[in-house]
């Protein structure tokens, strides 16, 4: 009886020990698991946070392109101002510097009469006449420069659309048929319709397909002689018959 008793003890030992061990293992899984959880939180934490900073920085740098982009348009803005107001300056600056020289020059002549002989006289009102003419030459210079910047402005200028050619007369058929000719010679630009009479305005409307400088192409065609732009029309003088 009493060896069933201590078998029995010492199984019911066993069976607790091999309890007690299957639970320390589980609780040594579950903790392990547990870990392994937090470790992949926080790997997906800093990932997710290095993911907002660069996007944040990114962010940023946009927002200094589109800022410098700005300030680069309004400095060309005020360049384009300055250059504007310095070419209208420099051009009355040119017209009252000549007429302020001219001035101070007769102030000269009207003293040299007084003070010098008939010669010195001469002298001056010569270097006077000189240097006014230079004066002249000058503002000159200066007015062709800025119609020679204009008629090129003009010139470059991209026409699209319907255009009306209004022919001043007197213009005969030939010519107009020669002109005919040569504007259908010009790239993307079609003649649509020609009115009028050799003793009227003649009308030619014109269709451009896509943006052409038009008063640069008019002006290589050997019979006009002269162009005045007037809104969507472009009055043309051909040359006089030989």
Known sequence: MNEKLQELEVKTQSEAELTAKIVGNAEEAEA?????????AKREAQEAKRASLKARKEAQLAAKKVKMAKKAEARARRRDEMIAKQEKRRRATASQGAKQVEAELAEEVELAAVETTGKEIREAKERAKRE?????????????IAKAKEAK?????????????IIIPPASVLQIK????????????????TSGSVDEPIRIVVSAE?????????????????????????????????
């Open 32 to 40: 392990k698991t547990t870990r392994d959880a937090v470790q992949e």
């Open 132 to 144: 006014t003419e230079e004066a002249r030459e000058v503002e000159l210079v200066t007015e062709a």
């Open 178 to 193: 020669n002109l005919e000719e040569k504007l259908r010679l010009i790239q993307n630009l079609r003649v649509v319709l």
């Open 153 to 165: 402005e003009v010139s470059t200028q991209l026409y699209e659309g319907t255009i009306n050619l």
């Open 210 to 242: 896509q943006p052409i400088p038009l008063i640069d192409a008019l002006s290589k065609i050997p019979i006009v002689d002269q162009m005045t732009k007037e809104g969507k029309e472009i009055k043309i003088l051909l040359k006089a018959v030989a």
